[in-house]
């Protein structure tokens, strides 16, 4: 995964809604980003998800784990982290917090997660609208890209697909999506990486393997975008 020669990339996952899938899809990326990248996540969301997730079972060997200290440390942090891997992936609160803000700041792409459902749609574009505010307080574009999760990976409500649609033809939004799969979830229950789950204890392993690189690469497409090709 190539990518430009600016400095290297923050990553933030941030939406105001719980349950929207915000730590599923962190943990998912750095740990799919963590087969070929080093990674530094940072938990700074109070709730400890990630870092709950992170005591369950041995972490990947590229990939790190800390605990933010909070909105006096957090850039510091990011700081700290981008020096010494790959990647930068946050995972915020899910609240308009100074840390969300410091974080955004700090950030190359803010990825905002949401189901097929209004209330999510409502508090994306809450997130979008937050996002949009610090970029002018710094007189920059931070780039924010929707991303739909826990959706179904085969036939969509014709409500769902209504505002699928219409999201997409409002807003950035990822092409793919992290579908609603056994294997996702089951992070939580057993740690570490989908790779190292046993496809006979989880059911459609291949498939949300294949489903979380296939967004992992189009995360690095964007990235190339904002940063300029490899030289």
Aim: aromatic share 4%; hydrophobic share 45%; charged share 20%.
């Amino acid at each position: 995964m190539g990518l430009g020669s600016g400095s290297l990339p923050v990553i933030s996952f941030a939406t105001s809604k719980g349950g929207a899938g915000k730590t599923t899809s962190a943990i998912v990326l750095a740990t799919t980003f963590s087969a070929g990248a080093s990674v530094v996540l940072i938990d700074a969301d109070p709730a400890g998800r990630v870092m709950s997730w992170s005591r369950r079972a041995v972490m990947p060997s590229r990939l790190t784990v800390i605990q933010s200290q909070g909105e006096r440390h957090i850039q510091d942090e990011i700081d700290r982290a981008r020096s010494s891997s790959t990647f930068v992936i946050v995972d915020l609160e899910g609240a308009a917090t100074r840390v969300n803000a410091y974080a955004m700041a700090e950030s190359d792409l803010v990825i905002i997660p949401m189901g097929d459902e209004q209330q999510d749609a409502d508090a994306a574009i809450e997130t979008l609208a937050q996002v949009a505010q610090e970029g002018r307080a710094l007189r920059r574009q931070i780039p924010a890209a929707v991303l739909f999760c826990r959706t179904k990976a085969a036939i969509k409500s014709r409500l769902a697909r209504t505002l699928n649609q219409q999201m997409r033809g409002a807003v950035m939004a990822f092409q793919h999506e992290l579908n609603d799969r056994t294997a996702f979830s089951s992070l939580h229950n057993l740690g570490g990486s989908l790779a190292d789950m046993n496809p006979t204890d989880v059911g459609g392993l291949d498939r949300a393997i294949q489903n979380a690189n296939s967004f992992a690469s189009e995360v690095v497409d964007i990235l190339e975008k904002i940063q300029g090709p490899a030289t």
